[in-house]
């Protein structure tokens, strides 16, 4: 990790910790701090050569080793992530669900990392990507499946009982939404 990544990570993983240890919603906490976070580091990017992409899975990766740190609950940590990261990168149109899934995919492999609870970590993104696509008037199915999708490809990256305990997590509704997969998800562990 060069110096200006190892920077981004401390900085969002410091603020998420420090603005959940303040107290009151978790994913609320996690939105303000992200979105503040990603757009000074989208600011800057052009200045010390980092891309939008590298910069979101910085943020969200400290975001997450800053709440696991505090013993935050991670599926309100990972709602929030999606929510403040596309907030803080202002994007519309078709990246915004390549963006999700991007995410996604940082998210539970930080999770894994951490040893948290892929479960709630996976329903938070799913639950985030839909605030964030009601807020951008995006369609809310495709933005449950890009979370979804991206989640699927992290935890078969991980294990079979990480992408089972993921898979698990997609089942039910959320928010409102049942999560419709990508077809077909074609992981090296997939059935």
């Known amino acids: 990790m060069t110096m200006k990544h190892a920077g981004l990570v401390e900085s969002a ?3 998420v910790a420090t603005a959940i240890k303040g107290g009151g919603d978790i994913a609320q906490a996690t939105i303000d701090t992200i979105a503040k976070t990603l757009a000074a580091a989208l600011k800057d990017a052009g200045k010390v050569g980092t891309s ?7 943020v969200a990766s400290g975001a997450i080793h800053g709440a696991a740190g505090v013993g935050a609950h991670l599926g309100d940590a990972a709602k929030g992530i999606v929510v403040g990261i596309l907030r803080g990168a202002r994007e519309g149109g078709s990246e915004v669900m390549d963006t999700i899934g991007h995410i996604a995919d940082v998210v539970i492999r930080d999770t894994a990392e951490v040893g948290g609870e892929l479960g709630h970590a996976t329903t938070g993104l799913v639950a985030g990507a ?6 951008l008037g995006l369609n809310t199915e495709k933005a449950a499946s890009s979370a979804a999708h991206g989640a699927l490809k992290a935890a078969d990256r991980v294990g079979t009982t990480a992408l089972e305990t993921v898979r698990r997590a997609l089942t039910r509704t959320i928010s409102g939404v049942k999560v419709v997969l990508q077809e077909p998800f074609k992981g090296t562990r997939a059935k």
Do not use: P, R, T, V
């Open 52 to 58: 939008a992409s590298e910069a979101i899975a910085d």
């Open 130 to 135: 839909i605030q964030a696509s009601k807020e």
């Open 13 to 15: 993983e410091h603020g």
